[in-house]
């Protein structure tokens, strides 16, 4: 069976991620920051439901709130979490998410909530960049993180990370703060562990649809085959 979603390391199991202050250090060195925090499993893909959770709780809002693409009264809701060095989630925004933006997000059909959960230090700091980015830069850089994934999930990416949040106008100082950001790296923990304890999220990416959970970089075919039913009518 193909393997298409990236497990939660057992390490954060045991440990809540380090504080803002240690962020840029731990990015900085590497190797050392990543080895602690990547991921070392990976799970076999769900391909069909694998639970439902009550939407009116899915849909309660993070710390840092939500980031929606679609309008309100959408007949379909997706929610997605993702960590920004798993590869399954680059590859899902990559093939799978301009069809669904094209498709369904564009023409009212979708709304789309993006959530961070990130499975380490350097997916903690990207998700924290596009935070800090503002609302209307906040997708265009997750995509940026994701289309370039190979380019700064690398043994030395401070540097290519600085490199491609200065294409959302960061400078090296509003970069530095960023990552130094206690409240945003706190609001990421809270989103993360009530995911995990609510919603029983343990692997990147996890959907939900309408309620319905899904883990697994879902293709375009099974994103058709599961959206079908809610728009009959």
């Known amino acids: 069976m193909t393997k298409d979603t990236e497990a939660t390391p057992s ?12 962020l840029i250090a731990i990015i900085a060195a590497g ?8 991921p070392t499993d990976t799970a076999a893909a769900q391909t069909s439901p694998a639970g439902e959770v009550p939407m009116a709780d899915l849909l ?7 980031e929606i693409q679609g309008q309100a009264d959408a007949p379909v809701t997706i929610v997605e979490y993702a960590s920004m060095t798993c590869p399954h989630c680059s590859h ?3 093939t799978t998410y301009p069809e669904l933006k094209k498709k369904y997000i564009d023409t009212g059909k979708v709304r789309f909530i993006f959530r961070e959960f990130p499975l380490d230090q350097l997916a903690a700091g990207a998700a924290m960049l596009a935070r800090c980015a503002g609302k209307d830069k906040y997708f265009p850089l997750i995509d940026a993180f994701f289309s370039q994934q190979k380019e700064w999930v690398v043994q030395k990416p401070l540097q290519p990370m600085l490199a491609i949040a200065k294409q959302a106008g960061f400078t090296e100082q509003s970069f530095n703060e960023c990552l130094a950001n206690q409240q945003i790296l706190d609001g990421l923990k809270e989103t993360q562990n009530r995911a995990a304890q609510k919603f029983n999220v343990n692997s990147t990416p996890t959907f939900f649809i309408n309620g319905k959970t899904f883990r697994g970089a879902l293709t375009p075919e099974e994103l058709d085959k599961q959206v ?3 728009l009959k009518g």
């Open 11 to 22: 390490v954060t199991r045991r440990h809540a991620l380090l504080g803002a202050a240690a």
């Open 31 to 38: 190797g050392a920051g990543y080895a602690l925090w990547g």
């Open 60 to 66: 309660v809002p993070g710390p840092l709130g939500d």
């Open 92 to 94: 899902f925004h990559e």
């Open 228 to 230: 079908a039913p809610y």
